[in-house]
């Protein structure tokens, strides 16, 4: 068909009535595809933001929980229970260990036991103290204490003895350590961890900081969600991506579109223009396919012509506009790129359970939650294996575990996580639970609720972890410290009936010789008066010795309470009570240096240097005596000594190698000769005692005719 040039205003009016509807088409489909584009694409991005966020924070809180349950699992250890009794005998096996001890999740965290002051048992790092504390007394009182700043992550967990805290399990992590910690596989450009004073724990991107959540112009270049981290309000997680990176194919299309956009508004105004000369009906025809095409939104369709070549290649021009808004249809790949990392985060966390899953088997715990509003109850796995259940299709029931409690903990169980319910307090019990083959067996009951904004309880969650072994050597050492106690009220009855029993007799018989030696002496031989001195002389003894011997009964108990003892006021007022025997033997005290305070029992610190320092001046036949009383702090020391060695040297007679043991031994005396003094050779027996009691110990070095020094610590021994 062959077209005629229309006239000029004709020409003019289509133009001018047809091209700002067709500029007014194109505007719209391009906006509705862009707008719809860019809104799907950044919607999506959002919600993969904060469902990662979330997940980031789950892991985390899971991690930290571990931790948390590995310190309070550690403090319960028999090994830590016994540590924290055994004062004498711990310095044997805790230091090893804590060297040995390989503890999931700990690597490189410092793991220290304390006393109930706080101070430092045992660790793996040097320089522990946490006696002053803040949470040391809230700890003591049973609660696993734990804070998270930008510089540390503390968790201190209990060591009860009889419901009390007598020392702590304290595990520390560094500002790097904990770094290590919270890190997880992170698929977006930056994940960042801050405390509650906005400083960061822990960043995955150095680019993202504090700073781009304050300033305006750092938001600009981000795209950010933030998730709570659960059971650590003091930390909140930050994921973001960057704008360039979420909305880079979105503006690359944009400047398609708007090029194609230009390119074809160009080519319909040549195309009109050129039609409008050749006649109106193909125009208004083109026209109406446009507007069937803008009515339907179908951009499949084409315009079909005939006629002159100009008004083809518009109607080409136009046809590859629309192709170029169906390439709109790339945004798709976008979205299962997106689905695709949803997928692959749902896969990590998958991982994450797993080793969850794993941390619990390592540290013998059954995990349990209840969801209050359907009622569905879950056991994992190790608890059904912990109580004997195989049946795999087993389904717990709230109704079948108060079934399993022992009838006499079971209203008590109810009752104290009732009242921890009221109070939002986290519950930590002992209850017996029947196994499949009947018996019950001890579990440690552990659980934390969580409420709704209206304040309804809605879920419960906790642990179980088999104690049975513990609480079976609880009840046997309860049993043995009471026959022990019972043991030792007998012995001190019997060792105070002894004494007066076999003092009464001895008394009466130094009291009738001694009447024989008034009434009869001159009636007696030279012969009879000897022997009957002797037999005086021997009851005293005898006497002499049931004294000692109770003595030694007594320090045994280690009766006496410890305190601050100043060694040196000690030795100043032996120095005074000895004055008179320093004087007749020519002897004298050199003190080499002030001693130290130490803690201990006062008298029995004074039993200890006067007995030796009277052991100094008896056996000692040099013509001026000297006895040196001096201390070592160790720091020194090549001998293997530790701590401060306190020694008492002189210039007497010595002792041979072969008796080095035996000047211990109760009533064993080396000299009889008359020379050095009369005594029982218990005295250093009571020194050994008490020095043992103290938990130190004592040696000597000696050399006959060249003195002896002894040597004795109260703080571990060598």
Not at 234 to 259: N, P, T
Not at 388 to 412: C, K, Q
Not at 430 to 440: K, N, V
Request: with cysteine; aromatic share 8%; glycine share 6%.
């Amino acid at each position: 068909m062959v077209f005629t040039a229309a006239p000029a205003s004709l020409i003019s009016q289509t133009v001018w009535r047809v091209l700002p509807v067709v500029v007014l088409v194109l505007l719209i489909l391009d906006w509705f595809a862009w707008t719809g584009m860019r809104h799907e694409v950044s919607s999506e991005l959002q919600s993969r933001l904060h469902r990662q966020a979330e997940q980031y924070a789950q892991l985390i809180a899971l991690k930290l929980e571990t931790v948390i349950g590995t310190a309070t699992s550690v403090a319960k250890n028999d090994l830590i229970v016994n540590a924290i009794m055994d004062v004498e005998g711990r310095d044997s096996y805790i230091p090893v260990f804590f060297e040995t001890a390989q503890v999931p999740g700990l690597a490189g965290a410092e793991i220290t036991l304390t006393d109930y002051k706080g101070r430092s048992i045992a660790s793996n790092r040097e320089d522990v103290d946490y006696s002053g504390a803040s949470w040391l007394t809230r700890v003591l009182n049973g609660e696993v204490w734990h804070n998270v700043s930008n510089s540390a992550f503390i968790v201190a967990a209990p060591v009860m003895l009889a419901d009390r805290g007598e020392g702590m399990i304290v595990i520390r992590y560094g500002s790097e350590q904990l770094a290590r910690l919270l890190t997880v596989p992170a698929r977006v450009d930056a994940v960042t961890v801050l405390a509650d004073t906005a400083d960061p724990v822990y960043s995955s991107n150095p680019e993202f900081s504090a700073v781009a959540l304050v300033d305006d112009d750092s938001m600009s270049e981000w795209v950010m969600k933030s998730a709570t981290i659960p059971g650590f309000d003091e930390l909140e997680l930050w994921a973001a991506d960057r704008q360039a990176k979420a909305v880079g194919r979105v503006k690359r299309l944009e400047y398609y579109l708007g090029a194609n956009m230009l390119t074809s508004i160009a080519a319909v105004v040549v195309a009109i223009v050129a039609t409008a000369m050749i006649g109106t009906r193909p125009i208004l025809g083109f026209i109406g396919d446009v507007e069937q095409i803008t009515q339907t939104g179908d951009l499949s369709q084409t315009i079909k012509t005939k006629g002159t070549s100009e008004f083809h290649r518009l109607a080409s021009a136009f046809n590859r506009m629309l192709e170029s808004l169906q390439s709109t249809a790339a945004s798709r790949d976008a979205l299962q790129k997106l689905n695709a990392g949803l997928e692959e985060a749902n896969r990590a966390l998958d991982q994450a359970k797993d080793r969850f899953q794993l941390a619990l088997r390592s540290t013998s715990a059954g995990v349990w939650e209840r969801d209050l509003a359907t009622g569905e109850l879950y056991w994992s796995d190790q608890l059904k294996e912990m109580l004997g259940i195989v049946d795999p299709d087993f389904a717990p029931t709230y109704n079948a575990f108060l079934a399993r409690l022992h009838p006499d903990d079971r209203d008590e169980l109810e009752e104290e996580c009732e009242q921890r319910f009221e109070q939002k307090q986290p519950f930590d019990l002992e209850c017996r639970m029947r196994h499949e083959d009947g018996s019950y067996i001890w579990m440690r009951h552990t659980g934390q609720a969580e409420w709704d904004e209206d304040g309804n309880l809605v879920r419960m969650a906790g642990s179980f972890q088999d104690i049975t072994s513990r609480k079976t050597a609880e009840f046997e050492r309860d049993g043995h410290a009471a026959e022990l106690e019972r043991s030792n009220r007998e012995l001190d009855d019997f060792a105070h009936i002894a004494s007066h029993d076999l003092k009464e007799p001895l008394r009466a018989i130094s009291n009738h010789a001694r009447f024989l030696l008034e009434d009869y002496e001159e009636k007696l031989d030279e012969d009879g008066v000897r022997r009957l001195n002797r037999l005086i002389k021997l009851s005293h003894r005898m006497e002499k010795l049931i004294t000692d011997l109770l003595f030694y009964s007594r320090i045994r108990k280690a009766e006496v309470e410890s305190e601050p003892v100043d060694l040196n006021a000690i030795i100043a007022d032996i120095d005074v009570s000895l004055a008179d025997m320093m004087r007749q033997r020519n002897a004298r005290l050199v003190l080499s240096e002030p001693l130290p305070k130490v803690v201990a029992a006062r008298p029995h610190m004074r039993t200890v240097f006067q007995n030796l320092i009277t052991n100094a001046i008896k056996y000692n036949d040099s013509e001026e005596k000297i006895i040196e009383i001096g201390f070592d702090d160790g720091s020194d020391r090549a001998d293997g000594v530790s701590g401060s060695v306190f020694h008492v040297r002189d210039n007497g007679i010595g002792i041979d190698d072969a008796h080095k043991d035996d000047v211990f031994r109760i009533f064993k005396r080396l000299n009889t000769d008359k020379t050095y003094g009369e005594g029982t050779g218990a005295g250093l027996t009571f020194v050994k005692k008490i020095i043992e009691n103290h938990g130190g110990e004592i040696w000597l070095e000696s050399e006959p005719g060249k003195g002896t020094t002894f040597f004795f610590t109260l703080d571990g021994g060598r």
